[in-house]
């Protein structure tokens, strides 16, 4: 992981912008993205300061577009990570097909990185399991990150849980080349 964020910082564009994806982008994609981009405004203090890095964290899905964020979703990151709940009703999901630009594609399962190569070939060299991404430089084969639709509240914590360490171990590999 460590040599692609560095080839990223490398490369001196304008900005770096990293895309989560998922079916629907509608429970996984979206509190990825909204839960990072939390995590990296507490890091550097402000979104004006996320804003001056040059950092543009994003998120959609391979099928559908339009979708709100989950119910579930949407509970989970406001009741456990204090995110605003007009933070989360702003999301509108969108297809990958909608984004111009990428500099990291993280999806949440092997079905993902399949229909990226078959459906959006423009994206399938930066394209990645989030899981087995953020644990390569330990060795380790990460995992699919399981779809909660239509679960418990329970499952969706479970979701967010997975998400969030795989988003603290890139955090801290952003942090290591001097990203954040």
Excluded: W
């Excluded at 964290?57 to 099928?63: C, F, V």
């Excluded at 390569?136 to 914590?157: K, L, N, R, V």
């Amino acid at each position: 992981m460590k040599t692609i964020i560095e080839a990223i910082k490398a490369q001196n564009k304008n900005f770096i912008h990293i895309v989560f994806v998922c079916t629907a982008n509608c429970c996984r994609s979206p509190l990825a993205e909204i839960l990072f981009e939390k995590m990296l405004v507490e890091k550097l203090g402000s979104m004006d300061a996320l804003g001056k890095k040059k950092l543009f964290i994003d998120s959609a899905a391979t099928n559908i577009s339009g979708l709100k964020i989950s119910e579930n979703s949407m509970k989970v990151l406001i009741q456990e990570e204090a995110v605003s709940p007009e933070r989360c009703m702003a999301h509108q999901g969108k297809r990958l097909d909608e984004i111009d630009d990428a500099d990291l594609v993280l999806v949440m399962a092997e079905e993902h990185l399949k229909r990226i190569q078959a459906n959006f070939p423009q994206f399938a060299s930066i394209s990645y399991r989030l899981d087995d991404f953020v644990k390569a430089d330990s060795g380790i084969t990460g995992d699919d990150i399981s779809d909660p639709i239509g679960g418990s509240y329970e499952a969706y914590q479970i979701m967010k849980n997975i998400v969030k360490n795989d988003l603290q171990l890139l955090q801290k590999e952003m942090e290591d080349v001097g990203i954040i």
